[in-house]
């Protein structure tokens, strides 16, 4: 399936205006550029420039309130969604500023797909139906297209084998961890180039955090993904690049194993080693 309404290459932006710079031999899949974030006069992100490449798992860290959340809620522009917030700055995906006048934020949430922090599977729809949700509203109808997505983003979530004979049961009869790795296979299902996760096995139990941090390891072959968390060994453990944050800002960022064992920044050292947050 094609990735709906946006290039796939870098180029075509709209004129007059300079496209992001590729700067390593991966593809930079996703950039934010002078991002900033408010709700009314807090200013919440402060003008954060990040690039996030192709085939990576890019994880935030940082305490509780230094504007993780709400620096991946501008990335689909969901942030917008609460009253009186604001954001400046650019973001760009493959080659398309979403911020961009006319931009159609329906369409960018389904090529950047978000996973939040508690399951939240629709609850009047079954475990096929919620899956298939993103289709149906991009006008896709077809039953055999459907099943075929359907099983195919199930088996992506390592959650066939557990749900094949119960399709038609409420996605809220699930267990919890089913139930978040039933949202990654809507997430997935729209054939997104980047999902954005925020701490998505914070309310799981371990075993139901291993198969997640299993299955986003496995994903990256697949899709991009940006991960919030407040678990820095789930960062050491899944992620190629992580970022700091610290009240708003981007402190530090770079490959995880460095950011873990040779911070460049005292804080970023602090942070890691417990002496706050």
């Not at 950039?31 to 009314?40: D, S």
């Not at 072959?221 to 708003?248: K, P």
Request: net charge positive; aromatic share 6%.
């Amino acid at each position: 399936m094609a990735t709906l309404q946006f290039q796939t290459s870098n180029a075509g932006a709209s004129a007059g205006t300079s496209q992001p710079t590729q700067t390593s031999e991966k593809e930079t899949v996703l950039q934010a550029k002078n991002l900033n974030a408010y709700f009314n006069d807090f200013h919440a992100v402060k003008n954060v420039n990040l690039e996030v490449k192709r085939g990576e798992v890019h994880a935030l860290i940082g305490p509780s309130g230094c504007g993780k959340s709400t620096f991946i809620r501008t990335l689909n522009r969901l942030h917008e969604e609460v009253p009186g917030a604001r954001v400046q700055g650019e973001v760009w995906l493959q080659g398309t500023d979403i911020y961009a006048p006319g931009s159609d934020p329906v369409a960018i949430r389904r090529n950047i797909g978000m996973v939040f922090q508690k399951p939240n599977p629709f609850p009047a729809l079954s475990i096929f139906e919620n899956v298939a949700a993103g289709l149906r509203l991009a006008g896709f109808r077809r039953r055999s297209m459907l099943e075929e997505v359907v099983e195919r983003c199930l088996k992506q979530a390592a959650l066939w084998d557990e749900v094949k004979d119960k399709l038609k049961k409420p996605g809220t009869s699930l267990s919890g961890g089913q139930q978040q790795r039933l949202c990654i296979a809507r997430a997935l299902a729209v054939n997104p180039p980047v999902i954005l996760m925020d701490e998505p096995t914070s309310a799981l139990d371990p075993i139901s955090t291993a198969k997640i941090e299993e299955l986003v390891v496995k994903l990256k072959n697949d899709v991009t993904v940006l991960i919030v968390t407040h678990n820095m060994q789930q960062a050491a453990r899944i992620s190629n690049q992580t970022a700091f944050f610290l009240t708003g800002e981007l402190v530090e960022n770079g490959p995880t194993n460095r950011i873990f064992t040779k911070p460049k920044d005292a804080r970023t050292e602090q942070y890691i080693t417990g002496r706050f947050g």
